[in-house]
């Protein structure tokens, strides 16, 4: 790593926190002195000593991180446990039908390889079929789309080809486990299809997020490393690993030879050039990157690296960026060349905010941590109302002032979960276990807001009128067009 950090062709600076290498008492006494030479779980070029509020950060990431990573295995097991018993429920229709079958010996078993069988996510929002009144044209179709194959991207191979070619009469093209140079194993899920006709041919590129039990996928959104690249800004190292940075190399445009072929792919090199491939298929195909939560980090890094490599091919043809609940990926002046390339290139960007989403205000904006939003920010309230504004409300989270109406909130999202079915139809039935997770949220709001089950609805019930062209042009850089390719 610290190799790396001194490799000047590819960063300018950086700030990288090894919590393998820290003990805990080492971490107390660190807390208290603002002198940060000589500290081998922290490698800065920022200068020698932190104000107590930078160290606190620090200390929280770090003993997050190794708390994630001693609780690895039995959370992993936590969550394999979970999800076999909402599989277990689902298969017997319910827990009245599993007793019955119980004591007549029929119980129907999940099998973890069937096209039914779903993540903890998956059992929040068990919708499969895309919403039959958005069409192909209209304004709302990439983004209801991007968020349907966003909520897929959690689930296993079987249920994602099934899905894709059944259900939505599309292209499944395939999914993928991708290595992390740093955590030593397989960390980053996607998956790809297209969407081809006689109007139009579209590739969806979709990146998984946080799973729940998942402490590699935690490691990476806790990590306030970050690496600064000349010209660029700096940004987040956590998600930069996830994507793809190499240990030692950095971002060469061509991935280094791994020591061991058996190995998965890095997954920006290997989502580059199989982009290369389809798209040399057919002039007129474009392609669109998206994803949840974390995915959504992922989705708005890869063209970042790609305008890195002056990939004019694969940025020509890429037709929008859309995220939902994404996490500040890197510093106020990594958006500013974002926005300007981006520019460049026509490159549409929208970043989609429900309600008090907690993941979607971290890493914090302020003095102490330099982490920035940008680009389109579509803000929808608990009634699914948008609008386009440059940065959603309480873009820190945590405020006192701001905790009495985010309850308050909540509690009126509970009783909506109940009621929703009646007023908008049964597509919006919400599952039992995500009626849990609402009244989770009248303690800690910004949980169930995270949750892919709103942001389907907001791209279904969201105002038609954000997606309409802007009347005046002077106005373009403040309204952007929400329209299909």
């Known amino acids: 790593m610290a190799a790396l950090a001194c490799d000047k062709s590819f960063s300018s600076g950086h700030f990288l926190l090894k919590p393998e290498e820290v003990r805990f008492f080492d971490l107390i006494r660190f807390l208290f002195s603002s002198d940060i030479e000589n500290r081998n779980f922290l490698d800065s070029t920022e200068g020698k000593e932190e104000s107590f509020r930078r160290r606190w950060l620090i200390f929280v990431s770090i003993l997050a991180q190794k708390f994630l990573l001693f609780v690895a295995k039995p959370l992993a097991a936590i969550g394999s446990v979970i999800e076999m018993w909402l599989n277990l429920l689902s298969s017997n229709r319910n827990l009245g039908v599993l007793l019955l079958n119980l004591i007549r010996g029929r119980v129907v078993a999940p099998d973890k390889e069937s096209p039914s069988f779903l993540s903890f996510i998956g059992n929040l929002d068990k919708r499969v079929e895309l919403d039959s009144s958005i069409k192909c044209g209209d304004g709302r179709y990439n983004a209801a789309l991007a968020m349907m194959a966003s909520k897929a991207s959690y689930e296993n191979k079987p249920y994602l080809e099934s899905t894709v070619n059944d259900h939505w009469k599309m292209e499944f093209l395939d999914s993928y486990d991708f290595w992390n140079d740093y955590q030593e194993k397989a960390t980053t899920q996607a998956f790809m299809l297209r969407d081809k006709n006689a109007d139009h041919d579209t590739i969806v590129v979709a990146f998984r997020g946080t799973e729940p039990f998942d402490s590699d996928a935690w490691c990476s959104d806790v990590d306030i490393s970050w690496y600064g690249i000349r010209d660029i800004g700096k940004i987040h190292g956590g998600f930069m690993k996830a994507l793809g940075l190499q240990k030692n190399v950095g971002w060469p445009k061509e991935a280094a030879k791994q020591d061991h072929d058996n190995r998965p792919a890095l997954a920006y090199y290997a989502i580059r050039d199989r982009l290369k491939e389809l798209l040399a298929e057919n002039d007129e195909a474009k392609y ?128 909506r979960s109940f009621t929703i079915t009646y007023t908008k139809g049964p597509d919006y039935r919400e599952s039992s276990l995500l009626k849990i997770f609402r009244i989770i949220g009248l303690v800690m709001p910004g949980v169930p807001a995270h949750c892919p089950q709103d942001y389907v609805n907001a791209t279904r019930l969201g105002s038609s009128d954000l997606f309409l062209p802007p009347k005046d042009p002077e106005n373009q850089h403040q309204i952007t067009v929400l329209a299909t390719v």
């Open 288 to 415: 669109i990157l998206t994803g949840h939560s974390l995915g959504g980090a992922l989705a708005i890094l890869f063209p970042a690296i790609l305008l890195m490599h002056d990939e004019k091919f694969l940025l020509e043809r890429l037709g929008g960026v859309y995220t939902f609940g994404q996490p500040r990926v890197g510093d106020e002046s990594f958006g500013e060349f974002m926005e300007k390339r981006l520019k460049d290139y026509n490159i549409r960007y929208f970043r989609f905010v429900y309600s008090n989403d907690m993941v979607a205000r971290l890493p914090y904006d302020d003095k102490t941590l330099m982490f920035k939003h940008f680009g389109t920010c579509l803000f929808y309230n608990r009634e699914y109302k948008g609008k386009i504004v440059a940065e959603e409300p309480n873009k820190n989270y945590f405020s006192p002032l701001g905790a009495i109406p985010m309850m308050i909130n909540a509690f009126w999202e509970l009783i």
